[in-house]
């Protein structure tokens, strides 16, 4: 809850239980925003106390309303059938948002909900020796926004980067690089992880032709298992070349982590996972495997293969359990791709059937596809690595940006709105859905208007200008009796309602909660510049609107920064 209305409707929920013999939790709980406009800012409905008071609901709404003594920041009071329709001071509601933004400046938002626990977030986890895909896009950018969210809440954050550095395929890309015939030394040298990725869908299209590859490369991935130093030289090459890769993007797309633990992390802590099921007596031998059966309606979970080597799950209960011990988390957050919803309920069940309690505190937060884009390079459609997709946001920005030569250092400009654009138009959805977003139609998502980053980013750049024009200090000490016309109170509204969009996106773990309003907010300034001028002759009133506007301006800054979009100060 907003700590701005809690106040208010503690207050009110307070007042109304003491002089009507009512609890105060239910009240509380009943307090609502009206569904239409003009009925007040907050509603109370009677229904559900007719049967205990024995008296028709709007005979209690009219008693409620008769008693109900409104205050400083309450201004009235009125019963309209069966609600009580509570209307609060705009002067004084201004007097008090606009306050706790001004002061609290790029703290605003921030609440102590988490205090004291934690969350962890696997998120982004590409694999090594293969280019970053546009598929980890969603899973890099919703993660971030994520930490940002439940950091901003008081939760001590965990980002972590799985990455996909151990298993069979690394047993294929060590067969394919291992042949002399497939060899380019000065292509491997000048591009190197495009070189992988061909070697790597080069081996298994040969496989289709030759079945004895696949053995080839199942003992070279046993054989990274068991030690052996050139297949343990050789997967570090890989690693090494992809970590200088992956860092380069990383920093792009202004992401970080606090562990680069990926799957080859764990190869210590399998052993543990295999007792553990056994002792507990959940782990069984099937047609040669080890696994753990999960439900009639799952299938089981594989621990070893008949080969005896481990797999994706194996792994993963085992960083699960390592995790929970080192965090001791509140919340283990997967944002891994919808496709992968079975694996998930795999594991969950296998964690429960295990015996460890805190299973339940385990979620995988799923995502769609982008459906124009291969990250595979199959059906038709041509691979489009991310790092293409970032280039080419930047060239036509600063393609745009050269139109305006009079911003300094316009080509900086022109980088984070590229960037901007790409990760704003990922986060504006609703996780779950896929992303409407076609290569060959940038204006989608670099136009000034609409529903883009560069918009909100533009709004925000506008805000800034007109503070500068003002030329003097923004200050509190105004008449908020000049903010209440609807544009006004609209404005107020939607600024108060920022630290509940916050957490709202916490609880939901949807990151586009915060991007929707953000385009609410700019739409409602953009409507209040057309009916209201700001730098108006008129002091008292300047003063006023440049409160307004400026921290219309903050919170735009606070909202884009939780998204990992620049608000830059001129466009």
């Keep these: 809850m907003n700590p701005l209305v809690q106040v208010v409707l503690d207050d009110i929920a307070q007042q109304v239980a003491t002089r009507m013999d009512l609890e105060v939790a239910e009240v509380r709980s009943l307090l609502e925003v009206p569904r239409e406009s003009g009925r007040g800012d907050f509603a109370l409905p009677c229904f559900p106390f007719a049967r205990v008071m024995r008296r028709a609901p709007q005979q209690i709404a009219e008693e409620i309303a008769t008693a109900f003594e409104p205050g400083p920041i309450i201004q009235s009071c009125q019963a309209t059938g069966p609600f009580v329709n509570f209307t609060l001071d705009p002067a004084e509601r201004a007097r008090r948002v606009l306050g706790a933004i001004h002061s609290g400046g790029d703290d605003f938002g921030s609440q102590d909900i988490g205090s004291g626990k934690t969350v962890v977030l696997d998120y982004s986890s590409p694999n090594i020796a293969k280019p970053f895909h546009v598929g980890h896009l969603r899973s890099t950018v919703i993660g971030a926004a994520l930490i940002r969210v439940y ?40 591009d190197p992880i495009p070189f992988y990725r061909e070697l790597y869908a080069r081996f298994n299209l040969e496989i289709e032709r030759d079945a004895g590859l696949a053995e080839e490369g199942r003992n070279w991935f046993r054989r990274l298992e068991e030690g052996d130093q050139e297949a343990r030289e050789l997967w570090k090459k890989f690693h090494d070349v992809s970590m200088i890769e992956f860092d ?52 089981p979970v594989m621990l070893l293969k008949s080969n005896g080597t481990t797999t994706y799950h194996t792994r993963d209960l085992a960083a699960a359990m390592y995790r929970q011990e080192t965090f001791d988390f509140e919340m283990l957050l ?37 459906p124009n884009i291969s990250s595979r390079g199959q059906g038709g459609k041509r691979f489009v690595g991310l790092d293409e997709i970032l280039d080419e946001a930047i060239r036509r920005a600063k393609e745009k940006a050269s139109e305006n030569s009079d911003i300094e250092d316009a080509s900086g400009v022109a980088e984070v709105v590229g960037i901007g654009a790409v990760i704003f138009n990922d986060l504006k959805n609703n996780r779950k859905k896929d992303v ?15 529903d883009t980053g560069p918009y909100v980013q533009y709004s925000h750049a506008r805000t800034a200008s007109i503070i500068r024009k003002h030329g003097a200090p923004v200050s509190t000490r105004i008449d908020y009796q000049l903010l209440t016309t609807p544009e006004d109170r609209t404005l107020v509204s939607l600024l108060e309602s920022y630290p509940g969009r916050l957490a709202m996106a916490g609880q939901e773990v949807e990151p586009s909660l915060v991007t929707r309003y953000l385009l609410d907010l700019t739409k409602a300034l953009s409507h209040y510049y057309h009916k209201h001028k700001v730098l108006v002759e008129d002091p008292p009133l300047r003063a006023a609107r440049i409160l307004l506007i400026d921290c219309a301006r903050q919170v735009i800054a606070n909202g884009l920064k939780i998204l990992g979009v620049a608000a830059p100060e001129r466009m």
């Design 151 to 190: 950091r901003s809440l008081g939760y001590q954050t965990i980002g972590v980067n799985h990455l996909g550095d151990w298993g069979t395929q690394f047993g294929h890309m060590m067969a394919a690089y291992s042949r002399e015939d497939w060899k380019d030394p000065e292509r491997e040298a000048s």
């Design 248 to 299: 380069r993007i990383y920093r792009k797309l202004g992401v970080t982590f606090d562990h680069f633990t990926g799957e080859s992390f764990y190869n210590d802590k399998m052993d543990r996972v295999v007792e553990e099921a056994r002792s507990r007596e959940v782990a069984v031998e099937s047609e040669g495997a080890l696994v753990i059966s999960v439900g009639d309606h799952v299938p």
């Design 334 to 370: 997967y944002v891994v791709g919808e496709e992968q919803r079975l694996h998930f309920q795999q594991l969950f069940h296998a964690l429960e059937r295990m015996g460890f309690e805190w299973a339940a505190r385990c979620r995988h937060v799923g995502f769609g596809r982008y």
């Design 436 to 450: 409407d977003f076609d290569p060959e139609d940038w204006n989608t998502i670099l136009e000034f208007r609409g």
